[in-house]
């Protein structure tokens, strides 16, 4: 059977590399990608209280965020090393409309990772990987308050620059 | 207002630290950790293509999923490196009962993360970064099929060993 | 002429190597180490303007000194990777007693790394790893403000454990 | 209390984001940097034995310099990775009109170390970690020797290049 | 006695620096570089058994190989980082006329990597690194099996591109 | 077909997996690995005159050499990270006796690497990524004045500790 010729890392006889992008235009690119956290009360309430300056739970996320974009290139296997020209990390707590009540009872905080290129591939994976990288270290500083803690989304917002055109993730989609 | 006294990485005065564990016990610690990715069914007939050996998504994902539990401790700011004595990265196929429609025609990948360590502190972070990257890596090799795809959950699913007692996650529990 | 017999990073042949450590003792080894940041009256302002939350240098600072601590065996070309156990970075400012008016015009700002080890060799370089890298980070995050900051001075306050005995810096010395 | 808008590294909220480069020049840019080390007569003369080929503590430093160059980006928590071009680390001997007693029987060794690109953002952090670096490397090689050795200024010399203009340290500042 | 003028990693006076390549031209550059790796008829059958699924050490490699090209400038001290824009990773068996008895009885696998840049400097290096940690990625693998196992060859193929001309092996040479 | 079962990377499904070592006994382990490195009398020449101090290119590699065995776990997907205790680089010229006119004229340059830990698992990769990396730096150094010089071999010299049983080479071997 042949391997999908729409995915780029394999070759025609199924074996990976890293993509050939020399002949590849340089463009301006950006990539916004979320994490959602679900977790108790007591957790929330832990982060909300840094929000105060003690114990800012978010500060160190946020650094951590930037620093995972920084090293996607190494932890994703066929990733280019593109100049990162901007990241931002942004948190907020949103409301989700879960019919599950266990998760009802939780509250959701959203980590949303911008990130910037000027360059030959797209940095989808760079603010996937700071979005992931933050909401993973939210999980360690507060798991001694809710081990049960779930990342319960991380997904590609949008993209733009390129020649694979932009995307823009629609309204109740796969959410 | 005073920093969450559980939460072990803040000081008194609401400051980050790597928490001392010279005094712990050095004992046998093992965390599972699991990643779910919810595809279309496009991008999960590409997997189940490569399973015939043709570009094998899976066999990338799983090496990056032991190289992320490497990198752990220069990802997440807070965690002690331990030594990582072992580390399987695991993927099968689940079924989701999804009030949500757009979510009812996607197909779960579910990558199962297990890391086992003989030292002072836990190895759920690990587990769950193994998870990440692996999941991460799944999106990059097939996001030319399905940029939409979702990371739907990242947890941990039990933990054994140390001081803090053992985990393991009930049913139905934050999904 | 023959290399100094008491440096211990060189053979006979006056060849680096790392040191073999393997018949030593496995004990509890801590070391302190400060930096001086000197700075402008101005930046000195917009640190302690971060104090109140907004903008906290300090707390980046920390962090990355703490991960410069994890990147010591990587930069200092001898140095053996050790099971890092605790770090922490404490910040002061202090009054320094200088001759020269332009120093006397300055704050200085102290940086304070401590680490702990449960090892073969001393954790000094991390120690003065952790501070030196936090005070650099203080440079980068207010270099727009005062470009001529200085890193006034990086040194060894104390380390105990292991063979080699206790230091402990005197009074007045090499300030 | 409003972030001091003249730290980039913060947004309005007073959070930390790596800066948007997009927009920005290329130029080629340059900086310098220097490190000042105070030792015993003991220390420096190791030192110089090791110019003799045998021992060479200088030469390793150097070593540690460049490749701490090329670590700044993932060291400082803010810093864009920028193309370094050229690095170099000079060492040599200075004289220092000490008021302080015990710092007048130190000798003390200066490292000097330039930095290149061509870039969107200056090379200031890069130069200063070089120094750094080598300079914390010179202490752990002779830390046997000399416990109590200081690195007694690590500055920005100079820098041009860029928007923001040439910097150029004056005589007698900040010392 | 005079560095050779022509190891343009060292200056005038024998010491080494990261060559200035700020004034160089930006140009499409190639390099193919081979290992050879010497195995017993028992490792080369679980190599080949591999192929059909089932424990593909191959693909293991060839992840590694390509990792190990994005780590030169971390691994190799001179070395300038550049921007890697494709990287692909070949297997083959081949054939060695061997005088030497014990060689003969070996089956040899080779591994060509070839890599591309769009930069100042060459990417040999990269490649060379590529072939070298895929080559002993293939000996981990198998070391189980054969631990006499050989990387008999580690060269540079060829060289497109900048200014130093092309490189092309000829027949016969340094085998 | 089975994956084979002495390669024990592999599980009984044919996937990588981090080997679990929890239960192995920690033992002081060594290994030597050497690299030999085939060049023109002129490049040969290059490295003699830098022992006379200037340009010393074996000092640079050397110290390549100890930074790639603390890389290797890194750059070997299945290695454990284990405590390296000691790491020594050695350089001889070595006289071959080569049927290959080609080889005949060229002089040999052997990189010996010599690692220990006191772990749970071996330390060959270890050593073999010294010598290798020392090898590759040795190539760097040199490339501009032969770029056709051949590391013709990397192979393991001996080993001891741990339950496999101790490994030396015989003579004639695989050479």
Redesign the interface.
Same mark, same amino acid.
């Given at each position: 059977? $042949? *391997?999908?010729p729409?995915?780029?890392?394999?070759?025609a006889? =199924?074996?990976?590399?890293?993509? +050939?992008?020399?002949g590849k235009d340089i463009t %301006?690119r950006q990539a916004v990608a979320s994490a959602r956290i679900?977790m108790s009360a007591d957790a929330a309430?832990?982060i909300r209280? =840094?929000d105060? $300056?003690? =114990? +800012?739970?978010l500060? %160190?996320a946020?650094?951590?965020g930037?620093? =995972?974009?920084?090293?996607t290139?190494?932890?994703? *296997?066929?990733?280019?090393?593109? *100049?990162?020209?901007? %990241?931002?990390? @942004?948190f907020d707590w949103v409301e989700e409309s879960e019919? @599950?009540d266990?998760?009802a009872a939780?509250q959701t905080l959203r980590c949303t990772a911008t990130a910037?290129? &000027?360059g $030959?591939t797209g940095i989808?994976?760079e603010s996937?990987?700071a979005a992931? &990288?933050a !909401?993973? &270290?939210v999980? +360690?500083?507060? $798991?001694?308050?809710d081990? !049960?803690? %779930?990342? !319960?989304?991380?997904?590609?917002e949008s993209?733009s620059g390129g020649k694979?055109g932009d995307?823009r993730?629609g309204t109740?989609?796969?959410?």
């Open positions: 059977m $042949k *391997p999908d729409r995915s780029t890392h394999f070759n006889a =199924g074996e990976v590399h890293m993509v +050939d992008v020399t %301006v679900r309430e832990s209280r =840094g105060a $300056k003690k =114990g +800012d739970v500060a %160190v946020r650094l951590a930037i620093a =995972g974009a920084k090293w290139s190494h932890l994703i *296997p066929l990733c280019h090393a593109i *100049p990162i020209e901007a %990241v931002s990390i @942004d019919s @599950d266990a998760a939780c910037r290129t &000027t $030959k989808e994976m996937l990987t992931s &990288t !909401a993973l &270290t999980y +360690d500083m507060l $798991k001694s308050v081990r !049960a803690m %779930v990342i !319960a989304q991380v997904r590609l993209k694979s995307f993730r109740g989609e796969q959410a």
